[in-house]
């Protein structure tokens, strides 16, 4: 499985950006379909998922500002981010599970940069 990230770039804190990620190979319709990111100096972490039967789940630092979504025929996972504030800034990663056996799969990350 291939993943390519792209919408990534520099904002204004309080703009908005479109994070998007497309999927190919062999895994249709992943069971989870998600976004992590890393900040500098920091661990990687979750910013939402959401799962093939349409359940989400967000960090509690962008909820109400950020919204998932997922194109399971184009096999292709959305971030829409509103109001970005600085400390959203980060490489943010795309990331797919699922399949028999259970695989996760990443992509190459796309800069997120938020100047105030």
């Known amino acids: 499985v291939q993943l390519q990230a792209s919408g990534g770039g520099l904002v204004q804190a309080g703009g908005s950006l479109r994070l998007s990620c497309a999927a190919s190979?062999?895994?249709?319709?992943?069971?989870?379909m998600g976004w992590y990111r890393q900040a500098p100096g920091k661990q990687r972490e979750l910013v939402a998922v959401m799962m093939s039967g349409g359940g989400t789940n967000y960090a509690d630092s962008v909820k109400g500002r950020f919204t998932i979504s997922r194109d399971n025929a184009k096999n292709t996972v959305y971030l829409e981010m509103n109001s970005l504030k600085s400390e959203d800034l980060a490489v943010y990663y795309c990331?797919?599970?699922?399949?028999?056996?259970?695989?996760?799969?990443w992509g190459q990350g796309t800069q997120v940069t938020v100047s105030s």
């Open positions: 990331n797919v599970r699922g399949g028999s056996p259970w695989k996760s799969y």
């Open positions: 190979g062999t895994m249709p319709n992943p069971n989870v």
